[in-house]
């Protein structure tokens, strides 16, 4: 039997239906968008459906969504491409501790070429203050960059409230909405966001695709130069297929968003309480209320979640964000949130999805509790 996958934050398979509307592009429907013939012009329909379907789900122009080879890239060419353009206006940006590897590394990457960067803090709950979004900015501010909603521990941000000041200054905004878009509504106006990150494999399309909302009369710098694709801001071939599967991806989410939610938090409530009811010394980390719906943080007192999760190979689950796992430190985000080291030590996200039953989630508890028992008494 294999295991219970519990880490749709990390990936997520690729839904059937997804699959079947890729098919075809990987088979007689080969063709470049950018040719003039036959089959250049259904490859190019092809992705403008798909194109039109994502910005439905956002709640915005096709002409405003740019396809990408990931949301690590979307992130990069936000970040970078408004600190190139703006260049000439300042050099300085504001971002929050907690924010993804791709948003963090690109901002260190700009910090070394003489830019300069506010990284703020989260409260207990890993929440961003909007306040300290406005006493941050500086005349010099040319961007500020916020994630929509946590990947490890699930707490969604005060993006609207943040958008708002942003705009009010006339700050270009930026959020990462990969762990959201797909889970919970990101319609762009009501965030009031200039910038919005996509990731495909976060909610049952392929890996290796990706998507970046630019708004329209924000300008960017390209990072890939080349031809004049995807509206001159990302050079080369599109990757039809996975651009389809996004697509489809989206129009699947657009139909079934509240639904799926209402089940996912159920379940997630559900995995909660029987761990708290079959192992003591269970913490919730991030927000009770403002978070994704299937997303799970705790901590197990004195348990390391290494130790823990190596010893279930019947639960797939994860110690933080499956982009730097394998680590033995504490997550650096439990510790902007103010947890002590051991409590961070012991954490497991378990993020439920599509096909996760409530056979699974109670098999899961009964595994997770055993263990917890076995490392407790083992000291």
């Known amino acids: 039997m294999p295991p219970i996958y519990l880490d749709y934050n990390a990936t997520t398979p690729v839904d059937p239906a997804v699959l079947d509307t890729m098919?075809?592009?990987?088979k007689g429907e080969f063709g470049n968008p950018s040719s003039s013939h036959a089959y250049g012009v259904h490859a190019h329909a092809a992705v403008?459906?798909?194109r039109a379907s994502l910005a439905a789900l956002?709640?915005?122009s096709?002409?405003?969504?740019?396809?990408?080879?990931?949301?690590?890239?979307?992130?990069?060419?936000?970040?970078?491409?408004?600190?190139?353009?703006?260049?000439?206006?300042?050099?300085?940006i504001i971002?929050?501790?907690?924010?993804?590897p791709a948003v963090l590394a690109t901002c260190r990457y700009l910090e070394r070429h003489g830019y300069k960067v506010t990284y703020l803090p989260v409260d207990s709950h890993g929440m961003v203050n909007p306040d300290d979004v406005s006493r941050a900015i500086t005349p010099r501010t040319i961007?500020?960059?916020?994630m929509h909603a946590n990947n490890e521990v699930g707490t969604v941000q005060p993006i609207a409230a943040i958008g708002r000041?942003?705009?009010a200054h006339g700050i270009p905004f930026h959020t990462d909405a990969a762990q959201s878009v797909g889970k919970i509504p990101a319609r762009v106006d009501d965030l009031a966001v200039d910038l919005l990150t996509v990731a495909g494999h976060k909610f049952y399309a392929p890996k290796g695709v990706g998507a970046l909302y630019i708004r329209r009369g924000t300008r960017l710098e390209p990072l890939i130069h080349g031809a004049g694709h995807e509206g001159g801001q990302r050079a080369g071939t599109e990757n039809v297929a996975s651009i389809v599967g996004l697509g489809e991806a989206s129009r699947i989410?657009?139909?079934?968003?509240?639904?799926a939610g209402e089940r996912l938090s159920a379940l997630r409530d559900r995995l909660h309480q029987e761990l708290v009811a079959h192992a003591a010394g269970v913490y919730l980390n991030g927000h009770p209320i403002e978070r994704l719906p299937n997303t799970l943080n705790v901590s197990f007192a004195g348990v390391d979640s290494t130790a823990l999760l190596a010893a279930l190979p019947e639960v797939a689950a994860s110690t933080g964000s499956a982009c730097h796992s394998g680590r033995t430190e504490p997550s650096s985000v439990l510790l902007a949130m103010g947890a002590p080291p051991s409590l961070a030590l012991g954490a497991v996200r378990f993020s439920l999805g599509r096909w996760t039953t409530e056979d699974d989630v109670d098999r899961a508890v009964l595994l997770v509790a055993e263990q917890v028992s076995a490392l407790r008494k083992k000291g």
């Open 23 to 26: 098919l075809p592009y990987l």
């Open 48 to 50: 403008e459906e798909a």
């Open 58 to 60: 956002l709640g915005c």
């Open 62 to 92: 096709p002409d405003d969504v740019i396809f990408t080879g990931c949301a690590s890239e979307s992130d990069n060419l936000a970040i970078k491409g408004i600190a190139e353009a703006q260049r000439d206006r300042g050099d300085h």
């Open 95 to 100: 971002t929050s501790q907690v924010e993804h």
């Open 143 to 146: 961007l500020i960059t916020v």
């Open 165 to 167: 000041i942003a705009r």
């Open 253 to 259: 989410a657009a139909r079934n968003l509240a639904e």
